[in-house]
Protein backbone atom coordinates (compact mmCIF):
# COMPACT_ATOMS: atom_id res chain seq x y z
CA UNK A 1 0.00 0.00 0.00
CA UNK A 2 2.78 2.02 0.17
CA UNK A 3 3.00 2.93 -3.78
CA UNK A 4 -0.85 4.57 -3.93
CA UNK A 5 0.08 6.51 -0.97
CA UNK A 6 3.87 8.06 -2.48
CA UNK A 7 1.85 8.39 -5.59
CA UNK A 8 -0.94 10.44 -4.14
CA UNK A 9 0.92 12.70 -1.33
CA UNK A 10 3.43 13.89 -4.31
CA UNK A 11 0.62 13.60 -7.40
CA UNK A 12 2.74 11.15 -9.18
CA UNK A 13 2.10 9.06 -12.32
CA UNK A 14 2.85 5.66 -11.94
CA UNK A 15 5.07 4.96 -14.68
CA UNK A 16 6.75 1.64 -15.19
CA UNK A 17 10.02 1.00 -16.12
CA UNK A 18 12.00 -2.02 -16.18
CA UNK A 19 15.05 -3.12 -17.94
CA UNK A 20 16.27 -7.02 -18.89
CA UNK A 21 19.35 -7.78 -21.03
CA UNK A 22 19.48 -8.38 -24.65
CA UNK A 23 22.64 -11.12 -25.24
CA UNK A 24 22.19 -10.85 -28.73
CA UNK A 25 23.00 -7.38 -28.29
CA UNK A 26 25.27 -7.43 -25.70
CA UNK A 27 23.43 -4.84 -23.78
CA UNK A 28 20.45 -4.01 -21.55
CA UNK A 29 17.41 -3.05 -22.37
CA UNK A 30 15.10 -0.37 -20.94
CA UNK A 31 11.74 -0.13 -21.48
CA UNK A 32 9.53 2.66 -20.34
CA UNK A 33 5.27 0.89 -20.75
CA UNK A 34 2.40 3.99 -20.78
CA UNK A 35 1.42 5.33 -16.95
CA UNK A 36 -1.12 3.44 -15.31
CA UNK A 37 -4.29 5.00 -16.11
CA UNK A 38 -6.64 5.88 -12.79
CA UNK A 39 -4.01 5.03 -10.27
CA UNK A 40 -4.15 5.44 -7.44
CA UNK A 41 -7.83 5.24 -6.48
CA UNK A 42 -9.24 3.99 -3.35
CA UNK A 43 -9.35 0.52 -2.78
CA UNK A 44 -5.91 -1.09 -2.20
CA UNK A 45 -6.96 -4.37 -3.98
CA UNK A 46 -7.65 -2.59 -7.55
CA UNK A 47 -4.30 -0.55 -6.77
CA UNK A 48 -2.88 -4.14 -6.24
CA UNK A 49 -4.36 -5.29 -9.23
CA UNK A 50 -3.04 -2.86 -11.44
CA UNK A 51 0.54 -2.57 -9.98
CA UNK A 52 0.81 -6.47 -10.74
CA UNK A 53 -0.79 -6.04 -14.39
CA UNK A 54 2.44 -3.64 -14.80
CA UNK A 55 4.45 -6.26 -13.80
CA UNK A 56 2.88 -8.83 -15.52
CA UNK A 57 3.62 -6.42 -18.62
CA UNK A 58 7.07 -6.48 -18.38
CA UNK A 59 7.64 -10.38 -17.67
CA UNK A 60 5.76 -10.37 -21.23
CA UNK A 61 8.30 -8.74 -22.78
CA UNK A 62 11.49 -10.78 -21.86
CA UNK A 63 9.98 -14.05 -20.19
CA UNK A 64 13.17 -15.94 -19.94
CA UNK A 65 13.83 -13.10 -16.95
CA UNK A 66 11.41 -14.18 -14.98
CA UNK A 67 13.05 -15.64 -12.09
CA UNK A 68 14.80 -12.38 -11.86
CA UNK A 69 12.05 -10.16 -11.10
CA UNK A 70 10.99 -13.25 -8.71
CA UNK A 71 13.99 -12.01 -6.46
CA UNK A 72 12.67 -8.93 -5.84
CA UNK A 73 9.61 -10.03 -4.36
CA UNK A 74 11.36 -13.12 -2.34
CA UNK A 75 10.83 -13.24 1.42
CA UNK A 76 12.95 -15.25 3.71
CA UNK A 77 11.66 -17.27 6.69
CA UNK A 78 13.80 -16.71 9.78
CA UNK A 79 17.24 -18.79 9.21
CA UNK A 80 16.78 -19.77 5.24
CA UNK A 81 19.48 -19.31 3.31
CA UNK A 82 19.73 -16.81 0.51
CA UNK A 83 19.87 -18.23 -2.59
CA UNK A 84 20.81 -15.24 -4.40
CA UNK A 85 24.19 -14.29 -1.71
CA UNK A 86 27.19 -14.31 -3.42
CA UNK A 87 29.30 -17.24 -1.71
CA UNK A 88 33.02 -17.05 -0.51
CA UNK A 89 34.46 -18.60 -3.30
CA UNK A 90 32.85 -16.11 -6.11
CA UNK A 91 34.65 -13.08 -7.01
Not at 32 to 42: A, M, Q, T
Not at 45 to 53: F, I, S
Not at 71 to 76: A, H, I, L, V
Request: charged letters at 25%; proline letters at 4%; one cysteine or more.
Amino acid sequence: TMLPRIARKVDAALVPVFSHYDASQQRFVVTILPVVEDYPVDDDVENATKMNQAIERSVAVCQAQYFWKLKYFKTWEDGAADIYARSSTES
